[in-house]
Nanobody, 124 residues
């Protein structure tokens, strides 16, 4: 019953910044933990960041820690991923996901709903 729509992807130079948005449907959005994941060509989908519903605690994969920031605005039913200091290896389709669990996790199989993805391409 949750629909997620990502936006904000595109082409960016290495070292640049992009902010992704994920608009969610549903009246219980503030009860869902949210996550961002990505899948590069020829690679498996991997975790990027997650944010809990209860207290807003955030988690990051080691590859993006210090460069990416996940946040949420429950009043707007929106989750954001601010990506700075982008590298060519960040090129991937980025997916927003939601779980009915209130505590976030960097595990793909913990998430129940997925968006369609948005492409981020970082040129060298």
């Amino acid at each position: 019953q949750v629909q997620l729509v990502e936006s904000g992807g595109g082409l960016v130079q290495a070292g640049g910044s992009v902010r992704l948005s994920c608009a969610a449907s549903g009246r219980t959005f503030n009860r869902y933990a949210m996550g961002w994941f990505r899948q590069a060509p020829g690679k498996e989908r991997e975790s990027v960041a997650a944010i809990s519903a209860s207290d807003g605690t955030t988690y990051y994969s080691d590859s993006v820690k210090g460069r990416f920031t996940i946040s949420r605005d429950n009043a707007k039913n929106t989750v954001y991923l601010q990506m700075n200091s982008l590298k060519p290896e960040d090129t991937a389709v980025y997916y927003c996901a939601a779980t009915v669990r209130p505590i976030a996790a960097l595990l793909l199989n913990e998430y129940d709903y997925w968006g369609q993805g948005t492409q981020v391409t970082v040129s060298s």
